[in-house]
């Protein structure tokens, strides 16, 4: 009788223990403190996002493939986040020769999200820099013609308000999805 309650114990203990460590986001990398144009042609450095849970993506306006997908899936996490959390979405053209800020504040406008986005662009060399040196990310590929399509990461990043990097999710798989919305909701009560 006491070896089948010892057990039990020990079997409650260790699922609590690895429940516990699955929700712990390990601390992976500093966002980079670079400097962007935003939607309204102002320089937003990414430093200035701190004090939030931030979910970052690499996306372009003019993309038929993945992006609307990726904006979709963007714009389910946020409806699904508590609004009183301190949370910011931010999306970074890897398209910066089309997508200027008045590009991107019409495409704000074509999705109707609110001031907890922020959409970016800057030189190719700076978003090849952010996503492969800054967010551990592939580089956006020379492209942009129906022909010959950018190709970027799908990935979301999400970091805390200390501006640190926690973890990567898969815009397209359901599971991870669930698993981000988790991860914003603990980040943002920290």
């Not at 038929?64 to 997908?69: H, L, S, W, Y």
């Not at 020379?142 to 308000?161: N, R």
């Amino acid at each position: 009788m006491r070896r089948a309650a010892f057990a039990a114990l020990l079997l409650i203990s260790l699922t609590a223990s690895s429940c516990k460590s699955r929700r712990e986001l390990p601390v992976l990398y500093p966002v980079p403190a670079e400097t962007l144009t935003d939607d309204a042609g102002r320089p937003k450095s990414l430093a200035e996002l701190t004090g939030h849970a931030t979910v970052y993506a690499f996306i372009f306006t003019r993309c038929a493939g993945v992006c609307p997908t990726m904006m979709l899936s963007m714009k389910s996490l946020a409806a699904e986040v508590p609004q009183n959390l301190a949370v910011r979405y931010v999306l970074v053209s890897v398209d910066p020769a089309y997508d200027s800020p008045a590009v991107l504040a019409a495409y704000r406008k074509k999705h109707g999200v609110g001031d907890a986005w922020t959409f970016l662009t800057g030189t190719r060399e700076q978003v090849s820099t952010l996503s492969i040196g800054g967010f551990k990310l592939a580089a956006p590929r020379d492209g942009g013609e129906p022909d010959e399509p950018i190709v970027h990461s799908t990935k979301f990043v999400v970091a805390d308000k200390k501006g640190q990097i926690r973890g990567y999710y898969d815009s397209f798989d359901a599971e991870q999805l669930a698993a981000l919305r988790e991860a914003v909701v603990a980040l943002a009560k920290e």
